[in-house]
């Protein structure tokens, strides 16, 4: 019985508090983050929130099977990403760690002069505007590493809502000051 009321006012407290208060941390596994989308993804905001919460998993080599999956989901893909030859630069960009601020640079706080530096585990997404096309709809997120919002395509499926265009999401930004630094006294052996 216990079990069943703490279940109910979790619920409840997802329900009621937005996107990313839903849960602390990324998803253990598919199968937990199909779940967390049979709710959260009923609003464009909380997929586009998933969507990043899959791209950050799949960073990481030890969780990229399982985000693998999730990035299939999230993007309404008939087959795995690594078989389209469309997402191919996007693959890249999240196995190539130099490329990881890149997606950081979406979360709330961040900016080329703290290295992008956020948490996987809790980020916010400023969203700035959407905009409705004929099938599909603009959600346009701010980067701190870009001069204007990027967009994200999303369509609405059997009432949940899926990315359906990600190329704003891993279009380049402007570099952390880290990197830049090290170019630019790469020739310096202090910054070694």
Do not use: C
């Not at 080599?61 to 993007?75: D, I, T, V, W």
């Not at 130099?98 to 290295?115: C, D, L, Q, V, W």
């Not at 990027?150 to 279009?171: F, K």
């Amino acid at each position: 019985m216990r079990r069943i009321i703490l279940l109910a006012v979790v619920l409840l407290a997802t329900l009621s508090t937005g996107v990313r208060e839903a849960s602390a941390g990324l998803p253990a596994d598919y199968q937990e983050f199909k779940a967390r989308y049979q709710v959260e993804g009923k609003t464009m905001e909380g997929a586009a929130h998933l969507y990043f919460e899959a791209v950050f998993s799949y960073m990481d080599e030890n969780k990229r099977n399982e985000a693998s999956k999730m990035l299939r989901y999230s993007m309404y893909l008939p087959r795995p990403i690594e078989q389209s030859n469309s997402l191919r630069t996007f693959l890249e960009r999240m196995r190539d760690e130099s490329f990881h601020y890149i997606f950081r640079s979406f979360a709330a706080g961040t900016s080329p002069e703290n290295s992008y530096s956020m948490s996987p585990d809790d980020f916010r997404l400023d969203i700035v505007s959407t905009r409705k096309e004929k099938d599909y709809t603009q959600l346009y997120l701010r980067s701190s590493g870009a001069d204007s919002p990027r967009s994200l395509w999303m369509q609405e499926h059997d009432g949940l809502w899926y990315v359906i265009n990600n190329s704003g999401t891993y279009a380049e930004v402007r570099p952390a000051k880290s990197a830049q630094d090290a170019r630019k006294n790469a020739h310096d052996a202090d910054y070694d």
